[in-house]
């Protein structure tokens, strides 16, 4: 149980697009999802937290407008990096909990996406 | 501030041997620790909750252990499966802090 899938795995795409990654919950319906971002041999950096159906919460310095969460439904959270440069390349990594247990319970972490911004 | 450390960053181990892993932490109002598994290329996968000091949580070659101030996480006669880096988070009133992990190399 508390399966979290992410997708796509891997992007590479051109600087200036913007980029959707899709984080579904597929067997739990997830009231609260986490967006991460991962450079290479250091930890999770929380991003944003979104509860579903209200605007999600930044942590400081994560720009707003440059990364846009939608958490329309309780088994779907998106986060569109909008017009991506070089910069925002990384290892993106959703998470979600369910509604029992509160804050205090475990996340479970989709499989990450890879964005390659050229 | 919450800070969560963990050492060492790196371990390589023969398999069978057996070794721990620490991770400390400084937060106000402890909820929970928490123990993850993330492969390269990976997200985390959820290993254990622990909750209150002297709590203990086992799993196959894995065992975590929790005191006011740390916890640790032992790996008894590790297989090159159990290769992986190994993260801890800290669950505060108001936010979760993660460790940078231990990168646990087991060589056959």
């Known amino acids: 149980g508390a399966v979290v899938s992410q997708h796509p795995s891997w992007v590479i795409c051109k600087s200036g697009t913007s980029v959707k990654i899709e984080c579904r919950s597929l067997?739990?319906?997830?009231?609260?999802m986490f967006w991460y971002r991962q450079f290479p041999k250091q930890s999770l950096m929380l991003m944003a937290t979104?509860?579903?159906?209200?605007?999600?919460?930044?942590e400081q310095g994560v720009e707003k407008d440059k990364f846009l969460i939608n958490h329309a439904s309780l088994t779907l959270s998106t986060l569109t990096v909008t017009s991506a440069h070089p910069e925002d390349s990384s290892f993106y990594i959703c998470?979600?909990?369910?509604?029992?247990?509160?804050?205090?319970?475990?996340?479970?972490f989709g499989d990450g996406t890879r964005l390659s911004i050229l | 501030e919450d800070q969560v450390t963990q050492s060492p960053e790196a371990l390589r181990l023969q398999e069978g041997e057996s070794s721990s892993l620490n991770c400390s932490y400084t937060?106000?109002?402890?909820?929970?620790l928490f123990w993850y598994r993330q492969d390269p290329g990976k997200g985390p996968e959820f290993l254990f909750t622990?909750?209150?000091a002297g709590e203990e949580k086992e799993k196959e070659r894995l065992k975590a252990t929790l005191t006011k101030k740390e916890s640790f996480l032992h790996i008894t006669a590790p297989k090159p499966e159990d290769s992986a880096t190994y993260l801890c988070?800290?669950?505060?009133?108001?936010?979760?802090?993660f460790g940078a992990g231990t990168t646990v190399t087991v060589r056959a």
């Open positions: 067997d739990f319906q997830a009231t609260t």
């Open positions: 622990l909750y209150s």
């Open positions: 979104s509860n579903e159906g209200s605007k999600a919460t930044y």
């Open positions: 988070a800290v669950q505060a009133p108001s936010e979760l802090s």
């Open positions: 937060v106000s109002g402890l909820r929970g």
């Open positions: 998470s979600a909990i369910g509604p029992v247990g509160g804050a205090n319970q475990p996340q479970h």
